[in-house]
């Protein structure tokens, strides 16, 4: 079973700053099986970005994803308030076909 | 738009067995589409169950598989969790799901509904 490993645990940054989240997998990851999500206290997860590059419908252009391989980023360009949440990498394949990483909490310094 | 709703006991007695539906609305449960199950707990995480297509077909989590099934109710636009065995370690937050039109992530979710098992 593929583990996704994502860094850091938290991340404190302010409005305006850029954010560079991680995540790494134990075993090469096909890109178009990378995606990430926004969750948000009392809401179920959102998708953001699929494809490890591609922003899903409606997401902002602020968000972007790169990497290949074992090692993948989500970027945020220029964090606006309501970017303040918990940030899950997910990749498919393997005997359990989602599995997750264990979160990246970015909140405000 | 497309909807999911969870519906279920929120609280199961150990040994018990857990029996979740999720009705969806904005789409055809018998589309050529994957609809999961998701679980959510502080220690281990988003914990995906297992899935099935309307064909019947089903995939589950080998850690997971002896004790869960997931059915579909076509006539009632709706599918369904089972979870035998249930322990302590099984409550959770418990999110049903639809593959994104892109594939190979989840696109639509439920807003979760907790399951608590205590005695």
């Known amino acids: 079973e593929i583990v996704l490993t994502q860094s850091p645990g938290t991340l404190s940054l302010s409005p305006g700053e850029r954010a560079t989240l991680s995540c790494r997998a134990s075993?090469?990851?096909?890109?178009?099986?990378l995606a990430w999500y926004q969750q948000k206290p009392g809401q179920a997860p959102r998708l953001l970005i699929y494809?490890?590059?591609s922003r899903a419908t409606g997401i902002p252009d602020r968000f972007s994803g790169s990497g290949s391989g074992t090692d993948f980023t989500l970027t945020i360009s220029r964090l606006e308030p309501e970017d303040f949440a918990v940030y899950y990498c997910?990749?498919?394949?393997?005997?359990?076909?989602?599995?997750f990483g264990q979160g990246t909490k970015l909140e405000i310094k | 738009q497309v909807q999911l709703q969870e519906s279920g006991p929120g609280l199961l007695k150990p040994s018990g067995t857990l029996s979740l539906t999720c009705a969806v609305s904005?789409?055809?449960?018998?589309?050529?589409?994957?609809w999961s199950w998701v679980r959510q707990t502080p220690g281990r995480g988003l914990e995906w169950i297992g899935e099935?297509?309307?064909?019947?077909?089903?995939n589950y989590n080998p850690s997971l598989k002896s004790r869960v099934t997931v059915s579909v109710d076509k006539s009632k636009n709706q599918f369904s969790l089972t979870l035998s065995s249930v322990t302590a370690a099984d409550t959770a937050l418990y999110y049903c799901?639809?593959?994104?039109?892109?594939?190979?992530?989840?696109?639509?979710w439920g807003q979760g509904t907790l399951v608590t098992v205590s005695s």
């Open positions: 799901a639809r593959e994104a039109s892109y594939g190979y992530s989840l696109g639509y």
């Open positions: 099935i297509h309307q064909s019947g077909n089903t």
């Open positions: 997910q990749q498919y394949g393997g005997s359990a076909l989602y599995t």
């Open positions: 075993q090469s990851v096909s890109s178009n099986r």
């Open positions: 494809g490890a590059s």
């Open positions: 904005g789409d055809s449960i018998s589309n050529n589409n994957w």
